[in-house]
């Protein structure tokens, strides 16, 4: 396995929730940091959570209060529990690694599709 693989997303309406999983490859979880993006159409891709490797989190502002990542090492997985949804929610979903001022180091997986309706 060269990227990550996101899973577990899906229509859902505004108000409610979805936990999206995320195979990581490799002992990445164990050496960087990594993080949920999501990318919206005709809109850049953004930066929702982060997880260190010390468990130290932290959230956009988008999803503060609302998202909570966490990882499973022993497993290999990484995930975002995604609660209040609301519609500008709607995006696909990735992981991959956070490294300030570099791009991510691994090649985009297929993404996750989460959509929200009002």
């Known amino acids: 396995q060269v990227q990550f693989v996101e899973s577990g997303g899906g229509l859902v309406q505004a108000g409610g929730s979805l936990r999206l999983s995320c195979a990581a490859p490799?002992?990445?979880?164990?050496?960087?940091?990594v993080g949920w993006y999501r990318q919206a159409l005709g809109k850049q891709r953004e930066l929702v959570a982060t997880?260190?490797?010390?468990?130290?989190?932290n959230y956009a502002d988008s999803g503060k209060g609302r998202f909570t990542i966490s990882r499973d090492v022993a497993k290999n997985t990484v995930y975002l529990q995604m609660n209040s949804l609301k519609p500008e929610d709607t995006a696909v979903y990735y992981c991959n690694t956070v490294i300030a001022g570099l791009y991510p180091l691994y090649k985009w997986g297929q993404g996750t599709l989460v959509t929200v309706s009002s």
């Open positions: 490799g002992n990445v979880l164990s050496i960087r940091a």
């Open positions: 997880i260190t490797t010390q468990d130290n989190t």
